[in-house]
């Protein structure tokens, strides 16, 4: 890469606001170049620091980041008026059938056809599901406008 784009630029167009953020000024600015191919040595000369402490920023951020992702998750759970416990052990075919009667008697359209729901359920529980085995307890929730989510959960069954 011949240039690093501008920060503040890309920042600005974004959207960033510190003020409401979850991410320092310097995390965003980071992962904002990162994720345009940016070396992490190009960063640090640029911002007059070690690439060491570039990568202890990235990595900062991308925690903060999964970590801002986990609350909304959870907070999605909470507002859920479905909330579908599977336990571990269950068979991932039969998750759709079970989300699907839950949400007809809540009066609940999902959002998706069951081989989409069960591939979201797969992608978001990670390695809570293995094959078609659900390993650990997981509680789908499914939001009045038909979007679901997935958590993992070890206190699902008091949910």
């Not at 075919?93 to 081989?115: I, L, Q, T």
């Amino acid at each position: 890469m011949s240039e690093a784009p501008d920060p503040e630029e890309m920042l600005d167009r974004a959207g960033f606001d510190a003020d409401t953020s979850v991410l320092t000024r310097r995390q965003a600015e980071v992962l904002a170049l990162r994720e345009r191919g940016v070396a992490q040595a190009t960063i640090a000369d640029r911002l007059g620091t070690s690439r060491a402490n570039v990568s202890s920023i990235e990595a900062s951020a991308r925690e903060n980041v999964r970590k801002a992702r986990e609350t909304v998750a959870f907070a999605e759970a909470l507002h859920a008026p479905v909330r579908v416990v599977v336990e571990a052990g269950t068979d991932l075919y039969d998750v759709p059938s079970r989300v699907y009667d839950a949400c007809d008697e809540a009066g609940v359209k999902v959002n998706h056809a069951a081989p989409e729901l069960m591939k979201r359920v797969s992608d978001e529980a990670g390695d809570a599901v293995e094959d078609r085995a659900v390993r650990e307890d997981l509680l789908i929730g499914v939001t009045a406008d038909g979007e679901v989510t997935v958590r993992k959960s070890a206190e699902a069954s008091r949910g």
